[in-house]
């Protein structure tokens, strides 16, 4: 349980996109194993050795992604990101109703993701509105084709019980351009200037070419 940034890869073998590339830009990279364990695994009461962890996770550049190895990979023990084992206590104990937009994005980019079950749902909605079918789903889930159809169609329902509870918003109709509109000019208001009469147009002119001669003076 105890693999720090010396170590390359991690033990577990959950899926996650915290990944171990950032090991290496960590603030205690390269440390010895004995020295590592004895700094960031205190006892509770080591007061002393918890406060030297947490300053020199205070200025590491990683310490989200460390943060994020230890939830997602379930290690309770040691300082991780900064945070002893009681303060991530609430991560771990909420973690399947973690929910964290870059994970969802990452998965859509192809990501080998472990998702949480709130992560989970919003795959599945989004992939309804995508238009995914249920054999697409059920690869990218590894989920029977029967299952991803059931769920695409559960997130069809819940699209459809908002818009009958909500109603569909229509779109704005755009205001046509040009003059005023017939109805418009009814209604001028009393000595309002209008404009003259244009003159009739002279028979000559075919009208099939809908133009109009200018008057000679």
């Known amino acids: 349980m105890r693999h720090i940034t010396g170590h390359d890869k991690p033990t577990t073998g959950l899926r996650s996109i915290a990944g171990t590339s950032w090991h290496t830009r960590a603030a205690c990279h390269g440390m010895d194993v004995e020295d590592a364990d004895a700094v960031f ?12 962890a947490k300053e020199l996770c205070g200025w590491c550049p990683v310490r989200g992604d460390c943060f994020d190895f230890a939830l997602e990979n379930g290690l309770k023990e040691g300082i991780w990101g900064g945070l002893t084992e009681a303060e991530r206590r609430p991560w771990h104990d909420g973690l399947s109703q973690r929910l964290d937009y870059r994970r969802v994005t990452a ?8 998702l949480t079950e709130a992560e ?6 989004h992939a309804y ?4 079918r249920p054999d697409r789903l059920a690869v990218a ?19 459809f019980d908002r818009d009958r509870t909500y109603g569909v918003p229509r779109a704005k109709k755009q205001r046509k351009k040009g003059g005023p509109s017939k109805a418009g000019s009814a209604h001028a208001k009393p000595g309002a200037r209008q ?18 001669e200018c008057p000679t003076s």
């Open 141 to 159: 889930l590894q989920i029977s084709h029967k299952h991803a159809r059931d769920l695409l169609r559960q997130a069809a329902n819940k699209v």
């Open 41 to 52: 695994f205190p006892l509770p009461r080591e007061h002393e050795a918890i406060a030297e």
């Open 107 to 114: 998965f859509f980019n192809g990501r080998d993701v472990h």
């Open 120 to 125: 989970r749902q919003v795959v599945i909605d």
């Open 129 to 132: 509105l995508r238009g995914w």
């Open 195 to 212: 404009p003259a009469p244009r003159p009739a147009a002279s028979g000559s002119t075919p009208e099939s070419l809908g133009k109009v």
